[in-house]
């Protein structure tokens, strides 16, 4: 901690959960998007902790997130779980939401309007919860958080800033299930972070 950084949020975790709660209603009532407010099942907002350090910022809820109406609860998520795992982490430590709220059709690639129909939210839910790091799971979050164009393996090894958080980027679970040769990058990636956090691993 620098002397130039701004404090953490001091809102009380019922304040934070209070705050959350509203904001998921309105996510739960959007029609900015609309194909994909026509299209979902169910909006998925986001879960975890409301005082998280560590924010994990996904892609799009996939078809069994917009079933179930939570983030990474697929194939994809069960891996997230497992990164989770060792770093020694529970779900319940951190928090976890996506730059889309609904799923888009065939799980295309989110569309630059639909991201920005959704920024409000994302900015919203990162005010609340005020997370020291946020991990950037693949291009897409990471395209759309930092306006970057880079590459996840030009952009992976340094930490970026967005607002008081620290940033890092790495490779989606989705790709690491099509690429297990990455996952030796998302670890040492995750060991960056927890190193930086004061946890060795
Ligand atoms: N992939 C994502 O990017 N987010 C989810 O919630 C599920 C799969
Ligand atoms: N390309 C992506 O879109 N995501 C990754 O995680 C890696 C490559």
């Known amino acids: 901690t620098t002397l130039f950084e701004s404090p953490r949020s001091a809102m009380p975790r019922d304040v934070r959960e209070e705050k959350l709660r509203i904001l998921s209603n309105r996510v739960s009532q959007c029609t900015r998007c609309a194909e994909l407010s026509q299209t979902r099942t169910k909006t998925v907002f986001g879960v975890g902790n409301p005082e998280a350090r560590i924010l994990f910022l996904g892609e799009a809820p996939g ?20 990164i989770l795992e060792a770093c020694k982490l529970n779900r319940s430590d951190v928090y976890i939401c996506n730059i889309l709220r609904c799923r888009p059709p065939g799980n295309r690639t989110p569309a630059p309007d639909e991201a920005a129909n959704c920024r409000e939210y994302l900015e919203g839910q990162i005010e609340i919860v005020d997370p020291d790091y946020i991990v950037c799971l693949g291009s897409v979050a990471a395209k759309n958080l930092l306006a970057s164009m880079e590459s996840i393996g030009k952009l992976r090894g340094r930490f970026f800033n967005y607002g008081r958080a620290k940033v890092v980027c790495t490779y989606h679970p989705a790709y690491l299930l099509r690429n297990p040769a990455a996952k030796k990058d998302v670890w040492a990636d995750m060991k960056y972070l927890m190193h930086d956090l004061g946890v060795e691993l």
């Open 63 to 82: 078809a069994d997130e917009d079933r179930q109406g939570e983030p990474f609860v697929g194939a994809a998520g069960q891996l997230l779980n497992r």
